[in-house]
């Protein structure tokens, strides 16, 4: 692999050091994107209707999931994504040089280390989590796999590595076992919605996907249509969930989230008018009754289990 600084129109002067900058390192593994994974282990730990006998469990699933977890599949996914970026967002840690040489590889090769060390304290469930979340990580970024390469699988793969693994480990290193059927359930239905949102980081990078011969939804779809998609998938995800919950007897759970699905929709149709330039609007305003739906079905299957 190519080391070399990427420059272009717009991009921070390159620098010539050869240290690793940690601000730099900070914003590469991008805290904001934790939260995800995060809060899905928590829904896990949750819907099981079990008290963990070692909070420990509880805090290093967490950071494992967030800022180990997520952290590597980010850096892992900005250094295989660096030419794409140079294009995109040369103001990236990599492109505009404030992470020099193959320091990002590093980071992303160190971090898988660790999660594995890490995983291996939560039992042999956490573990299997914690390998078959790295594998996803680096099937999504780097060849010869690369699933970001298409607008399905690639956000797919995400969506499920987001919200349904960090789901299922929570509740399967908490329950020390293999979950209900209804959280595995629940669980991969709210991963499989979560294409949609994972769709919407795409609209901001149309021009270097399609240059760089990515096939992302917004490219092959164009904007509007690829916002109905996962609009629409985020919602039906939702809509199958609250039968569910009818069904196994949590009406009320399943009427909130009825509710945030109702301002999804609102959001939904206004987003599909500049799909690009809505993009960060939606994902606040759409996205965030998603993933409080999330907790309230974990409550759910609480009490369903009790």
Not at 112 to 117: D, F, Y
Not at 123 to 149: D, Q
Not at 234 to 262: D, F, K
Request: net charge positive; charged share 10%; with cysteine.
């Amino acid at each position: 692999m190519a080391d070399s600084t990427f420059t272009s129109p717009g991009a921070r002067p390159a620098t010539s050091s050869r240290t690793l900058q940690p601000a730099a390192a900070l914003e590469l593994i991008k805290p904001i994107t934790w939260f995800p994974p995060m809060w899905a282990y928590l829904c896990g730990i949750i819907s099981v209707g079990i008290w963990p006998e070692s909070w420990a469990l509880v805090v290093l699933g967490v950071l494992l999931a967030g800022p180990i977890v997520c952290g590597m599949s980010q850096a892992a996914n900005d250094w295989c994504d660096r030419h794409v970026d140079a294009i995109n967002e040369p103001h990236r840690p990599i492109p505009s040089g404030r992470i020099p040489g193959r320091w990002g590889l590093y980071i992303a090769l160190a971090m898988t280390v660790l999660a594995l060390v890490v995983g291996w304290q939560l039992g042999p469930w956490g573990f299997g989590a914690t390998v078959v979340g790295v594998l996803a990580a680096w099937a999504y970024s780097a060849e010869p796999i690369r699933a970001k390469r298409s607008g399905w699988w690639g956000p797919g793969l995400v969506g499920l590595s987001y919200e349904t693994l960090p789901w299922f480990t929570g509740a399967a290193v908490i329950a020390a076992g293999a979950p209900r059927f209804e959280i595995v359930a629940i669980a991969l239905l709210y991963g499989l919605g979560a294409h949609g949102i994972m769709t919407i980081n795409d609209f901001k990078a149309i021009e270097g996907d399609r240059q760089m011969g990515l096939k992302s939804l917004p490219v092959t779809l164009g904007p509007v249509d690829a916002a109905t998609v996962a609009g629409t998938g985020m919602i039906m995800a939702q809509l199958v969930v609250v039968c569910l919950l009818v069904i196994w007897g949590a009406p009320v759970h399943a009427a909130i989230i009825t509710a945030g699905i109702g301002v999804q929709i609102w959001a939904f149709r206004r987003w599909r008018q500049d799909p690009a330039r809505l993009a960060p609007w939606f994902n606040g305003t759409g996205v965030g009754p998603y993933v409080l739906g999330m907790m309230v079905a974990a409550f759910a299957l609480r009490g369903i289990g009790a």
